[in-house]
């Protein structure tokens, strides 16, 4: 019984999970498809009004039918009152035998079909009930009937419906119609079973053509929604591939009308946008081939300045003058940060021109961030800022180019440092099944509204006017996203104005894999219950 049950309940959840599946569809195509939304409500509305003027018209029917039967009725009355009162009106001794054959002959006036039957009341006999055809129970007459025409004149009429009721048989619904004939009260009772039949029969039609006529005109919805929904469709298609970068892409124009227009005018834009990327594309081009020729034009009389500095920089402590060796070392100095930003300009030429490759090799990334830190402490020396390491005992291998990692951890430290107003910089390293992540936090100034976009963006800094000592370029971060990018990997910004920022590096452990997921929060633990500003720029961005 136990396992009955169970099978019962099983069937029953998976009935209820397939119609939820069913309507969560249904509910999808529905929002997305403007040619299901406007036959749905065409179908809705439609069956709204016709179940309105199907009411209506089954109400007037009604009413012309008991209306004509009702005045049929009073006729067939005023004409049994007449032969009551004709009949009946003088005293006799045998009256309940008249009374008798004035109730036949009045039914014999019906036909063989008995299209109604006969009850006739002597009021001034109250041990009397009358004579009825039929084996009419005389309980069929209503008692307020009765009453109403117990209180009126000779020649009162009054009429209600009610249910016909047989001795030997069932009942049936029928129409009573009673009048006064001085002490005798007339009623004739008409069965309705044929016109209840007609009118089941009036309302079955009814329905029949107006389910027909909802589908009908659901079905010119659809005709009519499509020819207007098939260009649109052509002209999202047409959009969707002039994005994906198909410029070649044109609507083809039939007739004159609007819809002709839209692709008139569709084909113009792509046209425009074609020509005007063409040449953003032309500028591109010879912009990005001027940077990499400049730098590389600028590599021969940087080495051979270079050559002099160096010197000059040897021996700055034998010059008398003691400005003499300080220029030396500014020379110095200068140069260093004009190699860097040549440097970076070449890389990121490189970059441009698709030209940037990958030399992967199987790393702990937990030695790049060893190698990194190592790199950069002096500087975090001299900003007063601690690196603290929170790191996996087990290694935390990936495929990766250990140059740019390197880099890419050089140049977020350098940030953390620089803005990180003398506060500890923690740097966390995190592996899963599929990726390793290293996110470098700092407690500096953080990031302001807006400034999160803005972050990886070629030559932006948080603040162009304040004095910085360790003279980036304002490409690292640019460089940073391009190499993490080109492993398939992720590297995001999160930060709050005071509550200093962090930036995370996600790459997938094998090099060529798509990256799911980072095996490290962005936001920090201690800034999860506060709304942080952050931008997450993924790779494609």
């Known amino acids: 019984m136990n396992k009955v049950k169970r099978l019962v309940r099983r069937g029953l959840g998976t009935g209820r999970r397939v119609v939820r599946g069913a309507v969560r569809r249904a509910y999808a195509r529905w ?12 179908l809705f509305i439609s069956a709204i009004v016709v179940a309105i003027l199907g009411l209506f018209l089954m109400q007037q029917i009604t009413t012309a039918l008991m209306d004509g039967k009702i005045k049929a009725a009073l006729l067939q009355l005023d004409e049994g009152l007449g032969a009551v009162q004709r009949d009946l009106g003088t005293p006799s001794e045998d009256a309940g035998g008249r009374l008798e054959s004035v109730v036949n002959g009045l039914k014999a006036r019906s036909g063989p079909s008995g299209l109604y039957e006969i009850y006739i009341r002597d009021v001034r006999e109250p041990y009397f009930d009358g004579f009825a055809t039929n084996e009419l129970r005389q309980e069929s007459v209503p008692q307020r009937l009765r009453d109403e025409l117990g209180k009126g004149p000779t020649g009162a009429r009054d009429h209600t419906f009610g249910r ?7 009942s049936e619904p029928g129409l009573i119609v009673g009048g006064k004939a001085g002490q005798f009260e007339v009623y004739y009772l008409f069965p309705l079973t044929e016109e209840q039949r007609t009118l089941t029969w009036v309302g079955r039609s ?15 919805a659809s005709l009519v929604t499509r020819q207007v929904v098939i260009p649109v469709r052509l002209a999202a298609q047409g959009a969707q591939r002039l994005a994906a970068g198909r410029l070649e892409e044109r609507m083809r124009v039939r007739g004159e009308d609007d819809l002709a227009k839209l692709a008139r005018s569709f084909n113009d834009m792509a046209a425009n946008l074609q020509e005007k ?14 940077v990499s020729d400049v730098s590389h034009e600028l590599r021969t009389p940087l080495t051979t300045i270079r050559i002099a500095a160096d010197m000059l920089y040897e021996y700055r402590d034998t010059f008398s003058d003691p400005a003499v060796g300080r220029s030396a070392e500014l020379l110095q100095s200068q140069l260093e940060r004009f190699e860097s930003l040549l440097g970076d300009l070449l890389e990121i030429s490189r970059h441009d021109a698709g030209a940037a490759t990958l030399d992967a090799e199987s790393l702990d990334m937990r030695d790049l961030v060893l190698r990194a830190v190592g ?6 020396e001299r900003k007063g800022s601690k690196v603290v390491f929170q790191l996996p005992g087990e290694p935390c291998m990936a495929e990766v180019d250990r140059r740019r990692v390197e880099r890419i951890l050089r140049n977020l430290l350098v940030n953390a440092v620089e803005h990180g107003e003398g506060e500890d910089i923690v740097v966390t390293v995190g592996a899963d099944r599929d990726a390793v992540a ?3 936090r700092d407690h500096g100034v953080g990031l302001k509204a807006g400034e999160g976009q803005m972050v990886f963006d070629r030559f932006w800094r948080a603040d162009p006017a304040r004095a910085r000592t360790t003279g980036g370029t304002g490409l690292g971060l640019s460089i940073s996203r391009e190499d993490a990018q080109l492993h398939g990997g992720w590297l995001q910004a999160w930060g709050e104005p ?15 894999a798509e990256l799911r997921g980072s095996p490290l929060p962005l936001v920090p633990p201690e800034a999860g219950s506060a709304r942080p500003l952050f931008a997450e720029l993924e790779a494609g961005d």
């Open 31 to 42: 929002r997305r498809s403007i040619q299901v939304r406007v036959v749905t409500s065409t």
């Open 498 to 512: 005071g509550a200093g920022s962090q930036f995370r590096l996600s790459l997938p452990r094998v090099a060529g």
């Open 164 to 170: 016909l009721s047989y001795i030997g048989r069932g």
């Open 375 to 380: 790199d950069i402490q002096n500087l975090a």
């Open 438 to 440: 290293v996110a470098v």
């Open 277 to 290: 990327i063409g040449e953003l594309e032309g500028l591109s081009q010879v912009q990005r081939l001027f």
């Open 206 to 220: 009814l329905a029949g053509v107006g389910a027909v006529l909802v589908l009908l005109l659901a079905a010119i």
